[in-house]
């Protein structure tokens, strides 16, 4: 894709979504960073659902460490693969408590660290609570970026380094959001919603859906 089609595509995501932000509910790095955790292989309006109820009752490192696995497990319950999250909310909550003073870190490898937190979910508490250029390949930007031609890869990895080299620098710090909001509601897996997309003309998908 030459720079001219991929500064278009961009340019319209923003006219669409001038302020896109993550759709996880959050008031500080802390609760982004459990709610990123929780999240694998769940619905961010699950998590939502969850976490309103937690949170007005644990919200902090501490918080979390005080309410132990078993005390979290009540409260996550209706997300999947709840019991193995918990240890590793409570896992890292400790963890910030011994070598951050319980806030988390703006440092990659130091999120890395941290139980439950791989480079994608490093990568959010990077972008979304601290305000980095950086990109979060999940499965919603990794098939727009290889259906559309924006920056196709093998794997999330070569998907993520073509994206920090060939998007734009004024767009670098909200594309994330608005490609994994483009994949979750437009640019679907099964059936994308090719007649409603905006960046339709753009797209070097082969197999658009045309109703």
């Not at 759709?23 to 961010?44: H, N, R």
């Not at 497990?73 to 240890?87: D, F, H, M, N, P």
């Not at 508490?125 to 930007?141: M, Q, S």
Request: glycine content about 6%; some cysteine.
């Amino acid at each position: 894709m030459n720079p001219a089609r991929r500064l278009e595509i961009y340019r319209r995501l923003r006219e669409a979504n001038p302020h896109p932000t993550t759709e996880l509910v959050y008031g500080t790095p802390f609760e982004l960073l459990v709610a990123v955790v929780l999240s694998a292989q769940a619905t961010d309006k699950s998590v939502n659902l969850a976490t309103a109820r937690l949170f007005p009752v644990a919200s902090t490192a501490h918080a979390i460490a005080d309410l132990g696995v078993e005390g979290l497990e009540t409260y996550i319950r209706s997300i999947g693969l709840y019991r193995t999250k918990a240890r590793n909310v409570v896992a890292l909550s400790n963890m910030l408590i011994a070598e951050h003073g319980g806030e988390v870190p703006a440092d990659r490898a130091a999120l890395e660290r941290l139980p439950g937190v791989g480079r994608k979910t490093a990568n959010v508490l990077l972008n979304t609570a601290f305000g980095h250029p950086t990109v979060a390949v999940d499965t919603h930007i990794f098939r727009v970026a290889n259906r559309t031609g924006l920056a196709p890869g093998k794997d999330p990895a070569e998907v993520e380094r073509k994206l920090l080299k060939f998007t734009p620098a004024e767009f670098l710090q909200n594309a994330h959001h608005w490609l994994i909001l483009h994949g979750r509601y437009v640019c679907t897996a099964r059936k994308p919603r090719c007649p409603q997309c905006s960046i339709r003309d753009l797209c070097a998908y082969k197999g658009k859906n045309p109703a």
